[in-house]
């Protein structure tokens, strides 16, 4: 991260300032503890960005829950908001971007809604330590 920040001090400071601009509540369950490779901190970040994107333009939601953990095994990311949801599937330029970030280094993001009652997105990357 520029600057020395880790990705948990990024992402607080992206959702601080998203809620304070915004005026939906966030809820953090987890932050990453630890190293986290750049091009990691980079997909995690691009993803938040839309992700918190969607929810103000489209969801009507007050508030989002956020988890980022990080084990062995890789980085779990969980996005979710207690918005209008969806029925049909997830689509757009944004989402793409959101799938292809965290493709190119190996892992899968899913954008899952429920008329109403909400969006949640996750993303996953194995395997961390070899990157």
């Known amino acids: 991260m520029r600057g020395g920040r880790s990705l948990a001090e990024a ?3 992206t959702l ?3 809620s304070r601009d915004t005026g939906i509540t966030v809820e953090t ?3 990453p503890e630890g190293n986290v490779p750049p091009q990691v901190t980079r997909a995690v970040m691009a993803a938040f960005g839309e992700a918190l994107s969607n929810v ?6 007050h508030l989002v829950s956020v988890a980022v953990t990080l ?3 890789g980085l779990r990311m969980t996005v979710s908001d207690d918005g209008q949801g969806f029925i049909d599937q997830a689509t757009g330029r944004g989402i793409d971007a959101m799938r292809a970030a965290f493709a190119e280094l190996g892992g899968t993001l899913s954008v899952t809604g429920t008329l109403g009652a909400g ?3 996750t993303g996953v990357i194995p395997h961390l330590s070899g990157r």
């Open 16 to 18: 601080t300032r998203w």
């Open 71 to 73: 084990s062995r095994s």
């Open 119 to 121: 969006t949640t997105v």
């Open 56 to 61: 103000e333009r489209h969801s009507g939601a």
């Open 11 to 13: 992402l607080e400071d």
């Open 29 to 31: 369950w987890a932050l």
